[in-house]
């Protein structure tokens, strides 16, 4: 995995910047009430999201929470007051506190389903009844756009996905979360080319390719003989579930 404080700095750069947060956020407020109160974004990275689901609702309060040290920097810095350093499987708030909670890019990284099974479990503990949980899903899958470099890739190792939507919404019913839809939205500026994916593989980004092994080697060849080494390939579109908190009686 990432060193995500190491990331933080080129973090939004690198990942569309202001256009792929400004989908997200319209994505997920797609789904959160216009009378919530009160709103947590579960592993809130530098906060690009957060300060614009904060900035869209001026009525909702929202907290952000991270388990990168560097994130959390520079999350404060874009929503004062109102972001915290810890664990998304231990979340430190009392039950029932949030009308909505959000992990947007969170549930692929984990290690194991043991880790997203105990995200969503603390997810859905801090919600009040008829709260919202709105999660990103197959992260992996919305790279794969039909592209030369997808052919290219097609055969590489995978890591199973801990994000897979059918795991999520079993976890979520697991919980006593009641599935109220999907959205999709474009990650602008993440269209890949070869020549950045060439570069991606080698620096680690493909956790089960790592840098400097003769498949790794292989595939960045293979990469580096595709057309139009610096034209991007289209652009991923990601996938959110929403589910709700039955209301109390």
Same mark, same amino acid.
């Given at each position: 995995?990432?060193?995500?404080?190491?990331?933080?700095?080129?973090?939004?750069?690198?990942?569309?910047?202001?256009?792929?947060?400004?989908?997200?956020?319209?994505?997920?407020?797609?789904? %959160?009430?216009?009378?919530?109160?009160? =709103?947590?974004?579960?592993?809130?990275g530098?906060?690009?999201?957060?300060?614009?689901?904060?900035?869209?609702?001026?009525? =909702?309060?929202? +907290?952000?929470?991270?388990?990168?040290?560097?994130?959390?920097?520079?999350?404060?810095?874009?929503?004062?007051?109102?972001?915290? =350093?810890?664990?998304?499987?231990?979340?430190? $708030?009392?039950?029932? %506190?949030?009308?909505? %909670?959000? +992990?947007?890019?969170?549930?692929?990284?984990?290690?194991?389903?043991?880790?997203?099974?105990?995200?969503?479990?603390?997810?859905a503990? %801090?919600?009040?009844? #008829?709260?919202?949980?709105?999660?990103?899903?197959?992260?992996?899958?919305?790279?794969?756009?039909?592209?030369?470099?997808?052919?290219?890739?097609?055969?590489?190792?995978?890591?199973?996905?801990?994000d897979?939507?059918?795991?999520?919404?079993?976890?979520?019913?697991?919980?006593g =979360?009641?599935?109220?839809?999907?959205?999709? $939205?474009?990650?602008?500026?993440?269209?890949?080319?070869?020549?950045?994916?060439?570069?991606?593989?080698?620096? #680690?980004? $493909?956790?089960?390719?790592?840098?400097?092994?003769?498949?790794?080697?292989? $595939?960045?060849?293979?990469?580096?003989?595709?057309?139009?080494?610096?034209?991007?390939?289209?652009?991923?579109?990601?996938?959110?579930?929403?589910?709700?908190?039955?209301?109390?009686g």
């Amino acid at each position: 995995m990432l060193d995500y404080d190491k990331e933080a700095d080129a973090y939004d750069a690198t990942r569309g910047g202001e256009p792929r947060a400004a989908a997200a956020a319209e994505a997920v407020l797609g789904f %959160v009430p216009r009378n919530a109160q009160s =709103l947590l974004d579960v592993a809130c990275g530098t906060g690009i999201v957060t300060r614009r689901l904060a900035a869209a609702r001026p009525g =909702l309060r929202v +907290t952000g929470l991270d388990a990168a040290p560097a994130m959390v920097r520079r999350a404060a810095a874009r929503v004062p007051g109102s972001v915290l =350093l810890a664990d998304s499987r231990q979340l430190p $708030f009392p039950d029932g %506190v949030f009308d909505a %909670v959000t +992990t947007v890019w969170l549930l692929h990284l984990v290690e194991g389903p043991q880790d997203a099974r105990a995200i969503i479990a603390e997810c859905a503990r %801090v919600l009040r009844p #008829g709260g919202v949980y709105i999660t990103t899903v197959d992260k992996a899958l919305a790279h794969d756009v039909g592209s030369d470099i997808d052919t290219v890739l097609a055969p590489r190792p995978r890591r199973p996905a801990q994000d897979d939507a059918d795991q999520v919404r079993a976890y979520a019913a697991e919980f006593g =979360l009641h599935p109220v839809g999907t959205a999709r $939205f474009r990650g602008h500026g993440q269209g890949r080319s070869p020549r950045s994916t060439a570069a991606d593989l080698r620096r #680690g980004w $493909f956790t089960m390719l790592p840098p400097g092994e003769p498949l790794t080697e292989r $595939f960045v060849a293979e990469l580096e003989s595709l057309p139009d080494q610096e034209r991007p390939r289209p652009d991923p579109e990601f996938t959110i579930l929403a589910f709700r908190k039955p209301s109390a009686g």
